[in-house]
């Protein structure tokens, strides 16, 4: 699996958007780029996730470049509650093959009031 | 839907006892898969199971054994505990990852062992 690049922390102001952008230069062709988060040592969360189109759902839009080397996940209006460290992934989607995930350090997004 | 869920929460062990981790999905994945983290750390993968009576080693297999003897059901086993193994466990089921299908973590197992 490719590896990814994050910073390590960032802050927004409660209300305002959040960018959390990921470096993947060395994505393979049928590699996804997923995003979890992690809220105070829970399980991992599942957000979003995506292959070359852009997607949104609920939480969070994903925007992956068109040569798809880099993506930024977009909380479009932060609470506090988005507090949390977010880690970027990528990971095969080829049927068969094992598909474990492979989580780096993340980044730590902080939203003050 | 209680997703995936871990069983002990909490444990603390004395060097050199054993215990088993029981991790346990209703959504009849076929893939399923235990993580280690440490404080401050990603979580790293120690073993997975593709399917009912398959394992696999992960990126820090060392003094864990596993066991998938049916499908909604992955066993991790401490044989020896040492105080190196103190940490929280997360377990992990999806489907096959063909159409880029999602991974959902259960709440975590803190372990100590002193």
Redesign the interface.
Known sequence: DAKTTQPTSMDCAEGRAANLPCNHSTISGNEYVYWYRQIHSQGPQYIIHGLKNNETNEMASLIITEDRKSSTLILPHATLRDTAVYYCIVRVASSGANSKLTFGKGITLSVRP | NAG?TQTPKFRVLKTGQSMTLLCAQDMNHE?M?W?R?DP??????IH?S?GEGTT?K?EVPDGYNVSRLKKQNFLLGLESAAPSQTS?Y?C?S?Y?????N???????SWLTVV
Do not use: D, K
């Open positions: 995936v893939y898969y993580y983290q401050g750390m990603g979580l790293r993968l997975y593709v696999a992960g929280v997360f992990a999806s096959p990852p063909g159409t880029g999602t991974i959902y973590f259960g709440e975590g």
